[in-house]
């Protein structure tokens, strides 16, 4: 069974950093793509950042291109998101999600579709 666990959320001022981590368990010798997503109160959860199994290649949503990065770690299944210049509206649940059997392809993995196993999520919020 695979296990994600999220580390890192917390509580901010607008303009601030965070940064998330997430680590995948239970499938040894296999590298999963990875991405955030996350939820506000009332809304659709929505894709955040996405890395490739390798690491070579990232996709973010639009309204966090150029402030989020995202990145894997050296242990097999870990990666990070770096968030900088966090504004209100970022306020919500980031959850990690791991791709097991879907395609590899960008734009599914851009979709709750593209993932198998979820974590529990972290709660960030940032105040103004």
């Known amino acids: 069974q695979v296990h994600l666990e999220e580390s890192g959320g917390g509580l901010v001022q607008a303009g601030g950093s965070l940064r998330l981590s997430c680590a995948a368990s239970g499938r040894p010798g296999t590298k999963f793509a990875m991405g955030w997503f996350r939820q506000a109160p009332g809304q659709e959860r929505e894709f955040v950042a996405g890395v490739s199994w390798s690491g070579d290649n990232t996709y973010y949503a639009d309204s966090v291109k150029g402030r989020f990065t995202i990145s894997r770690g050296n242990s097999e299944n870990t990666i990070y998101l770096e968030m900088n210049s966090l504004k209100p509206e970022d306020t919500a649940v980031y959850l990690c999600?791991?791709?097991?059997?879907?395609?590899?392809?960008?734009?599914?993995?851009?979709?709750?579709?593209?993932?198998?196993?979820w974590g529990q999520g972290t709660q960030v919020t940032v105040s103004s």
């Open positions: 999600a791991a791709s097991e059997y879907g395609p590899a392809i960008i734009a599914v993995l851009r979709t709750t579709r593209g993932y198998d196993h």
